[in-house]
């Protein structure tokens, strides 16, 4: 984290300067400049100083040219062919050459004006990587041998105690193990509420601890933090280009010359087959080289979708390139993981069943006590039960001993205990107990543990790994967008039963191991063409890389956030309904601005032709449209 560091800091520092304050605006700055000389050189060609006019229109070429010709000029160097900035140099020069001054000069400056908007654009694009830059802590409050000292963030260690008062940021990834608070991930997750923390809860680095002081244990170096992974898939994604836009800037070159090859032959064939004058031939050329340069044509694409890019990742949806955004607009079926994507991936006690003759509290508290020598989730999940929900201090057991597939036992107090599945308590005294519960419970899918007190059942829970609160409303949304949703598990036929039922996936698939997952993905792709995966785990990165689309949730493993095309944030299934209108509001944007473009271009290369329209009506006509394109792109920031 400390090499990431220094950039960060040298560029606050720049910021600092007044350098620093401008250098983002230049390009417009220029622009406007550029304009004012046009102005004051109308003025002084209206008042007869024609000499001083020149100057003035030649300077305001040179400074409102001067960021697209450097920009043409590379870009043709590298690639070794014209684009469409060179050809607004020729077309500028040349209206100089045959003393159209104010058109030319004109012509630069909405250029200059439009690239200004582009550049904006990409501004905007970059605007969530600083905000999240700035929030970043680069100090941490770290807890060794009791005593608190402060620490650069690169210098803390997985297993490190730090302590975090209220109003602080969170430096890095962490656990809490003591204390409660409320924790404002807004930053991160893109969630308004802040939300409460305790014993338990993973807080991320860059969020705000609200009210309560808190100690907690760090889970990830500063370098592999959520924090960190947003910046580097934001700043791949703004780096990726779509299937379209990679086609525009292959047709950009292809186009420029055929427009340089008609613009030659414009330049004198009229001139002996339609006995033009030299001058005329020369200014419908000149024209041509303007109003058929495909400037709006290549500024359709790429402003859109590094605006949409912007807006996903305000919400919480992280494109990691144009390609996947455009992609999405496509889908037609979308497959579910259900562990920790439908569900929340953690089993929950849903039910208690106690003894009469026993206080509830006390049977859950020796089974908590019990279960928390074990790493198994089952026990853990009966642990955080029992904390939350009566906060006692758990005991210590005697003579613990975990027996292979069925349970655990010890001694607490004198009394033996035995926790675990109905085999171990004894079948005929798990159904004299549960008086047909346990059925019921099972039918709901969920895993159901006994504790026995000496030889006497006290007590049964019913774990589940239920499912998350907006998983219906994520579904319900996909299906009115048309969608039909499809819900691929490991588990057994009956559990994904009683989820597809709770949940009202159209279709489900059970019992599939991760290269089985895939081959479904494929047949999902065979009938309905395009098709998204959603997962969470290791296991889901095979089938979201083979899907179309491949979405992870944020809390998801580095394998599968890896693999994944889109991340969510929060793991927040409605923002997948989100991503998708985004996805074909951009698309229909981007249709908008090709079909709006080759129209303006036609209308104005045949009324050149025609003679119907001059210069100056093609220089607005032609640079109107690129900058009408541009602001129609910026419609997806919002």
């Known amino acids: 984290m400390s090499t990431e560091s220094l950039p960060l800091m040298k560029q ?316 999405l607009s496509t889908i037609k079926a979308i497959a579910f993981d259900k562990t920790g994507t439908l569900t929340k991936g953690k089993p929950e006690v849903i039910h208690v069943k106690t003894a009469n003759n026993m206080k509830e509290e006390e049977i859950l508290l020796h089974m908590a006590s019990i279960e928390n020598q074990s790493n198994h989730p089952l026990a853990q999940s009966i642990v955080r039960y029992v904390k939350r929900k009566h906060g006692v201090e758990l005991i210590e057991p005697e003579r613990l001993e975990d027996v292979s597939g069925c349970g655990v036992q010890a001694s607490i107090g004198g009394a033996k205990w035995k926790i675990g599945k109905r085999n171990f308590v004894g079948e005929e005294k798990a159904t004299s107990f549960s008086d047909g519960v346990d059925i019921l419970w099972a039918k709901e899918g969920a895993t159901i543990v006994y504790a026995m007190k000496e030889d006497e059942i006290v007590g049964m829970l019913a774990l589940k790994d239920v499912v998350r609160e907006d998983t219906m409303r994520a579904l319900q949304t996909l299906k009115d967008e048309g969608i039909y949703t499809i819900m691929i598990t490991g588990d057994s036929a009956e559990t994904a039963q009683a989820i597809a039922n709770e949940t009202h996936v159209d279709e489900f698939i059970s019992e599939c191991l991760p290269e089985e997952k895939v081959t479904e993905v494929k047949k999902l792709l065979q009938k309905y063409g395009s098709v998204a995966m959603v997962g969470d785990g290791i296991n889901d990165a095979p089938a979201l890389a083979t899907a179309s689309v491949g979405i992870a949730m944020g809390e998801g493993t580095d394998v599968a956030l890896e693999t994944a095309d889109i991340v969510l944030m929060k793991n927040d299934l409605p923002r997948i309904a989100e991503a998708i209108r985004l996805s074909k509001k951009m698309r229909r944007i981007v249709k908008q601005n090709i079909a709006f473009s080759l129209a303006v271009i036609t209308l104005l290369v045949i009324s050149n032709f025609l003679q119907l329209i001059d210069l100056p009506f093609g220089v607005i006509g032609h640079e109107g449209s690129t900058i009408l394109v541009i602001l129609n792109g910026l419609r997806l920031l919002r």
């Open 12 to 327: 606050k520092e720049e910021n600092l300067t007044v350098w620093g304050k401008i250098e983002p605006h230049l390009e417009l700055i220029l622009a406007v400049i550029s304009g004012a000389l046009i102005l004051s050189a109308w003025i002084l060609d209206q008042s007869g100083l024609e000499t001083w006019s020149v100057s003035l229109y030649i300077t305001a070429f040179v400074i409102g040219g001067f960021f697209k010709a450097k920009e043409g000029i590379e870009e043709s160097i590298a690639d070794r062919e014209l684009n469409v900035e060179m050809l607004m140099v020729f077309a500028a020069v040349g209206s100089g050459i045959i003393g159209y001054w104010t058109e030319g000069a004109i012509l630069i400056f909405i250029f200059a004006v439009s690239g200004a908007l582009e550049t904006y654009t990409m501004n905007r694009s970059h605007k969530e990587i600083s905000a999240l830059m700035d929030i970043q802590p680069q100090q941490a409050l770290r807890i060794h041998n009791g005593v608190e000292e402060t620490v650069h963030v690169s210098e803390l260690g997985i297993g490190d105690i730090i302590r975090i008062k209220p109003g602080e940021r969170v430096p890095a990834d962490a656990e809490i193990v003591s204390g409660e608070t409320t924790i404002d991930q807004a930053a991160i997750t893109g969630e308004s509420i802040p939300v409460e923390k305790q014993y338990g809860d993973e807080i991320y680095a860059g969020t705000v601890n609200v009210k309560g002081s808190i100690t907690a244990k760090i889970t990830k170096h500063a370098s592999e933090t959520l924090f960190q992974k947003i910046i580097n898939l934001v700043q791949s994604a703004q780096s990726e280009k779509s299937p379209s836009q990679q086609f525009i800037e292959r047709f950009e070159g292809q186009y420029v010359k055929g427009v340089l090859l008609v613009v030659i032959l414009m330049m004198f064939l009229p001139l002996f087959l339609l006995g033009w004058s030299w001058t005329d031939t020369f200014y419908r050329a000149m024209v041509l080289l303007v109003v058929a340069s495909p400037c709006a044509l290549v500024a359709s694409i790429m402003p859109a979708s590094l605006a949409a890019i912007s807006n996903g990742a305000r919400q919480g949806i992280l494109f990691k390139g144009g390609v996947h955004l455009e992609r």
